[in-house]
């Protein structure tokens, strides 16, 4: 009696089962980390844009401030508070001869916007500022505080902005 042993080549059933149970995994296990990542780069970039309209906004209101009474008639008034209890306050400045006015506008409520106004011409400043607040600490001198958020709500709550607070001091130079 002779036997003869055939070779047998390829894979089993079991096998092929096992190795796309395990591809799968892997595959998933990937999906799932860069749709992580995404989502932080996503929150990442909104919080650095926040962070970049608020500094901005700032840095402007401060410039204008500083320059509050620069070549105006002795008679006009270098800038107005309009202090608002429920809500932002308004900023006027004499500057050179021309009217400065920040104010919030609240039109639209998923984007309130810092609105620069010169001489009666508004125009949107910086995008998703909700908040203005001026205080007089002395004669020449005012704190500015801002208050930006992201254009989106948070994924991780879903309820709720992403806020910064930005707050300077101003020293007035030509009262």
Known sequence: MVMMIKNN???TLVELLIASVLSALVTFAAMD????QHRQYLVQ????????????????????????????????????IYDNPNGPDSLKINHH??????YIDQSDTTHPNLIKSINNNPQVFAEDIENLQITSIGS??????????????DNKTAKDYRR????????????
């Open 9 to 11: 080549s390829g894979f």
């Open 97 to 102: 001869g021309n009217i400065i006015s920040y």
């Open 45 to 80: 970039e909104q919080v650095s844009d926040m962070q970049q309209r608020g500094r901005a906004a700032l840095e402007e209101i401060s410039y204008d401030l500083r320059q509050a009474g620069y070549n105006t008639p002795d008679t006009s008034v270098a800038y107005s």
């Open 140 to 153: 020449a001198l005012l704190q500015v505080r801002i208050t930006a958020r992201t254009s989106g709500v």
């Open 33 to 36: 980390f860069y749709l992580t």
């Open 164 to 175: 910064r607070n930005y707050t300077t001091r101003v020293q007035l130079r030509n009262l």
